[in-house]
Each structure stands twice: as structure tokens, then as C-alpha cells.
T-cell receptor, first 114, second 113 residues
Framework: AQTVTQSQPEMSVQEAETVTLSCTYD???????LFWYKQPPSRQMILVIR??????QNATENRFSVNFQKAAKSFSLKISDSQLGDAAMYFCAYRSRDNNDMRFGAGTRLTVKP | NAGVTQTPKFQVLKTGQSMTLQCAQDMNHEYMSWYRQDPGMGLRLIHY???????DQGEVPNGYNVSRSTTEDFPLRLLSAAPSQTSVYFCASSLDRVRNEQFFGPGTRLTVL
């Protein structure tokens, strides 16, 4: 079964600075999807960014971008110009294309300091 | 659109009691799923459905039942609650099972005493 590992339980960043959250995964599949979700204190799960494994180009969404290294099975999230509203738990997730399996990492709690 | 709705928001049960967590979506999504979130473990897939009348097990299905009689509704049943089922439960839906974004409900915090 696929596993998703987030090795940083907590991270902090100064407002307006850049922070990178790490995620690695283990799979024998060649085609899959990767996601970063944000969970603020409200508990609502919000999709931040999505990457399709067969696309070599790294996904970007405004201040959020990923560094997708397929051979290394690494999928890190970079947040530029951090804002106070970025403070939340961030979850990395893997979704198989061939079956209905979806796996989440344990999460990284991001604190943004003013 | 209300999106994905879950009821109740909070629930306390005694060991052995049964209950149903409700989930509904008004986006005509085919794929629906249930997750549980425990501290330090992220979300784990309990059951999912790819359409009305079709359900299957996820990573942690034991102790839970589901059914999908309509496209809109996907209830999760606990037949005999156990303290190990204390968790936050999320329902999610998407147009299909893979590519499209999953929309999550607000969650239900369940405590089993």
C-alpha cells in the first residue's frame, strides 16, 4: 500500500517570507495524483494545489507552488510571501489513478509570525 | 449550492450504542467517501462510493457500514460504538474518483465513552 510521509510536524515562518513543506511518498505505480490540503482551525479541508504525476511541469497556484521530483518520490510545497491567513495544518495526499486508494500524510502545522 | 453537509457537528455516544452520521451533497457528484482523522495520523479512508448502489471498503472499514441509495446521500453507520472510534469524521465528494477536486464537509466530532 502507498504511504505518505511528512517529516516536519511543525514549521514556522515570518510573515512575507518563504517556507517549504516536505512530503515524500512510496508507490509502485507510475500514474497518480498528488495534493496539498490546508486545514485551518475551522477544521475545513481546503485544496491548495494538485499535481498529476504524468506532467513534468510543477503546478503553481498564485503564492503556492510545488517541487515534484517523481524519481525521488518527493512533493514539497513552497509558500511565498507568507500571510497570517496561511497558518494552518497542511496535509500531503496521494491518490491512485488505478484504484480508489487515497492516502494522507500526518500533517505539518504551519505557524506564521507577524 | 450548500456543497457537502454533515450532521451532527458533535456527538457523544456510550460504548455499544449505534448511530448514523449523515452526509449529503448537492453538486451531483458521483464519488463520495468517508474519512476519519485522528491526532498525528492525517485522514484515513473508511468507505467510498462511485455511484448510487455501489460502495466499497477503504483503508479502515471495520466497525462501519455505508449505503448509497441516492446520488446525494451517503450515510455512515456505527453499529456498536467503541472508544477506538472516537475521532473526527469527514465526508467528501467529487465528480469522479481520481482527477477532480474532492470537496469536504465540515466534519463531525464523535466521542465514544
Amino acid at each position: 500500500a502507498q504511504t505518505v510521509t511528512q517529516s516536519q510536524p511543525e514549521m514556522s515562518v515570518q510573515e512575507a517570507e518563504t517556507v517549504t513543506l516536505s512530503c515524500t511518498y512510496d508507490t509502485s505505480e507510475s500514474d497518480y495524483y498528488l495534493f496539498w490540503y490546508k486545514q485551518p482551525p475551522s477544521r475545513q479541508m481546503i485544496l491548495v494545489i494538485r499535481q498529476e504525476a504524468y506532467k513534468q511541469q510543477n503546478a503553481t497556484e498564485n503564492r503556492f507552488s510545488v517541487n515534484f521530483q517523481k524519481a525521488a518520490k518527493s512533493f514539497s510545497l513552497k509558500i511565498s510571501d507568507s500571510q497570517l491567513g496561511d497558518a494552518a495544518m497542511y496535509f500531503c495526499a496521494y491518490r491512485s489513478r488505478d484504484n480508489n486508494d487515497m492516502r494522507f500524510g500526518a500533517g505539518t502545522r504551519l505557524t506564521v509570525k507577524p | 449550492n450548500a456543497g457537502v453537509t454533515q450532521t451532527p457537528k458533535f456527538q457523544v455516544l456510550k460504548t455499544g450504542q449505534s448511530m448514523t452520521l449523515q452526509c449529503a451533497q448537492d453538486m451531483n457528484h458521483e464519488y463520495m467517501s468517508w474519512y476519519r482523522q485522528d491526532p498525528g495520523m492525517g485522514l484515513r479512508l473508511i468507505h467510498y462510493s462511485v455511484g448510487a448502489g455501489i460502495t466499497d471498503q477503504g483503508e479502515v472499514p471495520n466497525g462501519y457500514n455505508v449505503s448509497r441509495s441516492t446520488t446525494e446521500d451517503f450515510p455512515l453507520r456505527l453499529l456498536s460504538a467503541a472508544p477506538s472510534q472516537t475521532s473526527v469524521y469527514f465526508c467528501a465528494s467529487s465528480l469522479d474518483r481520481v482527477r477532480n477536486e474532492q470537496f469536504f464537509g465540515p466534519g463531525t466530532r464523535l466521542t465514544v465513552l
